[in-house]
């Protein structure tokens, strides 16, 4: 069948804004998702002269999620300077929420259903949800159902103290009950990645951000929020030397080699993109940093297949890359989230691997190794922390604007690993 | 006029003991003192329980409400003097008028003066306006006129007609239902420090001749303008009279209308339709 398919149009990135990152129980301890989400979009608003205007869609979501913030994005739609009118909805796909809000957005507005729209991420550690355990769940139901005092108290007799301690939402995965920084313990083994190399990693993440804050590099990205103008986690005088004195907290014995130093710290936060076509950006005088070119998503079996909980990128990006005709090679800046500094060198190596990818991948040829000095040049989790879906949106709007400033015509590529063994990728061009 | 300035908020418990002791007020003229507190800074762990208390967005700039957290002890403090013509045990709080004269940053330190004004001949009494001012740098950034009236006092010959009454236009949709539950003046007692007893209970309200608790009218303020707050502009003033006692726990309409120039705003009881609160919020086109 002849291809048919006409040029499509691609969603332009007008912009960027988040609020400075803090570590749990910090700056943002009695702050909701909803205050910090709210704040964030009305500062997108201010930045880009959006108050009172209705924008096509509002798209968010939270990984940490109360019950009773079914409508996250909407309420914080209704309590922000946006029109009243403008449509939202709630996304979640653990850490790649607020990348995969920002391919959603993308999507619509080049299918022409929406001209503009906004995608986000937001999440709190600190003031977390807390659930009552099963059982006391289903007593509590029974005694809401109860006809009868007598039912009532029968209900009543049934909780056992034991039950009164809520559940704490913790980061492992429901279906093996390791924490996430232990699946990683096993991929990094896996792969042989050293102790030394996560800690430079670590390091030279720390010291790209602190040396892009300083030169103003992200003064119309980020807005303070309550006291705090940089992301707390951020550690300038970060060395290698430093982190390696740092006891292992993620896998066993004389293999282990992940620490709190190499590892993102729970962070709260909150993170927004404004996507626009080309002409919506050209009426309101608004600038175009650069375009999301593509995106590709991925899962992977790591409960009974063996695959790494976090490798999922791995997989996503050669079918990105083919659709796009690109080499991993063919690009400018790399964005590799940091959810450990082992999950960045284990992705790269299983690239450079060739029997991983010919077995795995089924590719003829390896996707190679990338220039080191394009990737995360301005940081990334291990130093800026990581609010689970936030930090889709401070890549995409970060990288955006490294491409703008790089010029025209230059290329990036973005891989968020997330829990349950997913991964999205993308490809922004400017 | 006397200025005083304290070094720290008066403790309201203590403001509240005396005035049940002290009683009946000494009548007369209103005292010329002025008490103030200089550069008070504002604590971000009572921010956010004030604005959860009140369902109001918890940023770095301070709901227009606020301020009165710093005012509100300095004037029971006023109250509470001996030099204070009436009694501070039964006067209850008809308006409030609030100038936010721009945005305020949780961060600047607020320069803070109250001051009574205006005895006022009421039908059924007498009114008395205390005042207040927060100042940035020398710079007046918001300012409070809370109308309390005595019913039964005298207010000194010559003195002006009261003037308790904001006017709404016709506010007949109810924008949102809201279930006051019984606890609401403990809660706000809490974090005000405004432990007057009318607030707290059924048995300290039926004390002093309520039916049952009532609550804070500042409070009810401040949850209207929670339902605004993200359609407001930068300076405004925001005028409520308090109409008829919010009795809890109740049920209650809050009431909205878009009118030129701000909104205007009112809470009445869910079923018998009885008006608690009325208001109106204005753009401040100038600063005065």
């Given at each position: 069948m002849a291809d048919t398919a006409k040029p499509r149009r691609t969603a332009a990135i007008v912009g960027g804004n988040r609020i400075p990152f803090a570590r749990s129980n910090s700056a943002y301890a009695q702050a909701s998702n909803q205050d910090m989400l709210t704040a964030t979009l009305d500062g997108l608003v201010a930045r880009f002269g959006l108050q009172g205007e209705q924008v096509g869609e509002v798209v968010a979501g939270a990984v940490l999620k109360h019950s009773r913030d079914f409508n996250l994005t909407r309420e914080s739609v209704l309590g922000s300077?946006?029109?009243?009118t403008t449509p939202a909805y709630d996304v979640q796909q653990a850490c790649g929420t607020g990348l995969e809000a920002a391919v959603l957005v993308a999507n619509k507005i080049a299918l022409g259903q929406i001209e503009s729209g906004i995608a986000g991420g937001v999440d709190t550690t600190s003031d977390a949800p807390l659930a009552v355990g099963d059982d006391l769940r289903r007593v509590l139901i029974s005694l809401n159902n109860a006809r009868t005092m007598g039912d009532r108290l029968k209900a009543l007799a049934k909780i056992r103290p034991g039950q009164l301690v809520p559940d704490m939402p913790r980061n492992?995965?429901?279906?093996?009950?390791?924490?996430m920084g232990d699946h990683q313990a096993i991929t990094a083994e896996e792969w042989g990645i050293g102790r030394e190399e996560q800690d430079e990693l670590a390091a030279r993440s720390h010291h790209n951000m602190a040396a892009a804050y300083d030169r103003g590099f992200f003064d119309d990205l980020v807005t303070p929020f309550l006291g705090l103008a940089r992301d707390n986690n951020l550690r300038p005088d970060s060395t290698a030397e430093k982190l390696a004195k740092l006891k292992p907290v993620f896998g066993r014995g004389e293999g282990a080699t992940m620490t709190a130093g190499n590892s993102t710290p729970l962070t709260d936060g909150a993170s927004a993109v404004l996507l626009a076509s080309d002409e919506w950006a050209a009426a309101k005088g608004l600038p175009v940093l650069a375009h999301l070119v593509d995106a590709q998503t991925a899962a992977v079996d790591y409960v009974h297949g063996g695959e790494g909980l976090l490798m999922a990128p791995a997989y996503a990006m050669p079918v990105m890359l083919a659709r796009n005709g690109l080499?991993?090679?063919?690009?400018?800046f790399y964005e590799i989230h940091e959810a450990f500094a082992s999950t960045v060198l284990s992705t790269l190596k299983a690239w450079e691997d060739p029997a991983f990818c010919k077995d795995k991948l089924g590719l003829d040829a390896p996707l190679g190794s990338i220039d080191r000095s394009k990737l995360n040049v301005n940081g990334s989790s291990l130093a800026a922390g990581h609010p689970f879906a936030a930090t889709g949106g401070r890549i995409v709007a970060s990288l955006a604007k490294m491409l703008h400033e790089a010029g025209p015509g230059k290329r990036g590529l973005i891989s968020i690993c997330a829990a349950g063994g997913q991964g999205v990728v993308a490809i922004l061009e400017s | 006029m006397a200025t005083t300035v304290l070094d720290g908020p008066p403790n309201l418990a203590a403001l509240y003991a005396r005035a049940a002791l002290t009683g009946r007020g000494r009548g007369g003229d209103l005292p010329d003192t002025h008490l103030a507190r200089r550069g008070v800074t504002v604590d971000r762990d009572h921010l956010a329980a004030y604005a959860r208390v009140c369902r109001l967005p918890f940023t770095d700039v301070l709901p227009a409400t606020y301020p009165h957290m710093l005012t509100f002890p300095l004037q029971m403090a006023l109250m509470t003097d001996r030099a204070f013509p009436l009694a501070t045990v039964g006067l209850v709080h008809v308006r409030n008028r609030i100038e936010l004269l721009r945005g305020i940053r949780a961060d600047e330190p607020l320069d803070v003066e109250v001051w009574a004004e205006r005895f006022a001949a009421h039908r059924s009494g007498a009114t008395v306006d205390l005042c207040a001012t927060a100042a940035v740098a020398g710079e007046e950034v918001w300012r409070s006129r809370s109308t309390y009236l005595a019913r039964g006092a005298q207010a000194p010959a010559g003195a002006p007609e009261a003037d308790v009454e904001v006017v709404v236009g016709a506010l007949e949709r109810p924008a949102a239902t809201w279930r006051v539950p019984d606890d609401a003046g403990r809660r706000y007692a809490k974090v005000s420090g405004d432990v007057n007893p009318i607030h707290l209970s059924g048995l300290t309200a039926k004390a002093l001749g309520f039916k049952r608790a009532i609550a804070h009218g500042m409070w009810v303020k401040a949850r209207v303008l929670g339902a605004v707050a993200n359609r407001l502009p930068e300076a405004f003033a925001y005028d409520v009279q308090f109409t008829k006692p919010l009795f809890l726990p109740s049920t209650v309409h809050l009431a909205t209308g878009q009118v030129d120039g701000g909104w205007d705003v009112a809470v009445r009881n869910a079923g018998s339709g009885t008006e608690h609160v009325v208001g109106t919020i204005r753009t401040l086109e100038e600063k005065h």
């Open positions: 300077t946006l029109a009243a492992s995965e429901p279906r093996t009950g390791l924490a080499t991993l090679q063919d690009f400018d | -």
